[in-house]
């Protein structure tokens, strides 16, 4: 496609509830990074995939959160059991290259809202 | 641990007044300094990308200087117009594949 695209844009869950949020990356961009955005602040890193090897997960809040890219190509964001301080902005972001070289490209994000 | 902090939090200047907007960071070992634009609702745009071996990076109207040594970065923004109203945001690396990010800066270009 032209662009990053993620879904759901837009998910409300209850809490206790496990949700899931793709992200569709520009073909052959090799890195592919998560990043949890909350209110009036900027992003802060999740985790890094290099083609489907999960290189970095440093960033992933708890045991709750789990990400996959199993093909290289399009990745899923899991949170289970989702808490209220879960509610954010889940960016997805593809670079052509490796090694944090080069221009990053967001996609749009997926607003979680946790009630 | 790399912080970044990002003055003033919010901007509101009239048409047309050239701005600077500030970003400090407080580990000096930076790869690359980057900037970017986010819309309300919306990710985030790339605008400038500066290596560590520069000292600026120009673009159309905009450009960003890099202090490695006083941890600093500035965006200038030149001949501001109301479609620059965003928020910007600065994010340091520092190598590997991590950014960190300031809080922004809301800036509003009044017509």
Do not use: M
Not at chain 1, 87 to 107: H, K, M, R
């Amino acid at each position: 496609g032209a662009g990053v695209s993620q879904s759901p844009r837009y998910k409300v869950a209850k809490r206790g509830q496990d949700v899931a949020l793709r992200c569709d990356p520009i073909s052959g961009h090799v890195s592919l990074f998560w990043y949890q955005q909350a209110l009036g602040q900027g992003p802060e890193f999740l985790t890094y995939f290099q083609n489907e090897a999960q290189l970095d997960k440093s960033g992933l809040p708890s045991d709750r959160f789990f990400a996959e890219r199993p093909e290289g190509s399009v990745s899923t964001l899991k949170i289970q059991r989702t808490q209220q301080e879960d509610s954010a902005v889940y960016l997805c972001a593809g670079q052509v290259g490796t090694g944090g070289v080069g221009e990053l490209f967001f996609g749009e994000g997926s607003r979680l809202t946790v009630l | 641990k790399q912080e970044v902090t990002q003055i003033p939090a919010a901007l509101s200047v009239p048409e047309g007044e050239n701005l600077v907007l500030n970003c400090s960071f407080t580990d000096s070992a930076i790869y690359n300094l980057q900037w970017f634009r986010q819309d309300p609702g919306k990710g985030l745009t790339s605008l400038l990308l500066i290596q560590s071996s520069q000292r600026e990076q120009t673009s159309g109207r905009l450009n960003a200087s890099l202090d490695k040594s006083s941890g600093r970065s500035t965006l200038y923004i030149a001949a501001s117009q109301p479609g620059d109203s965003a928020t910007y945001l600065c994010a340091a690396s520092r190598g590997g594949n991590k950014l960190v990010f300031g809080a922004g800066t809301i800036l509003r270009v009044k017509s």
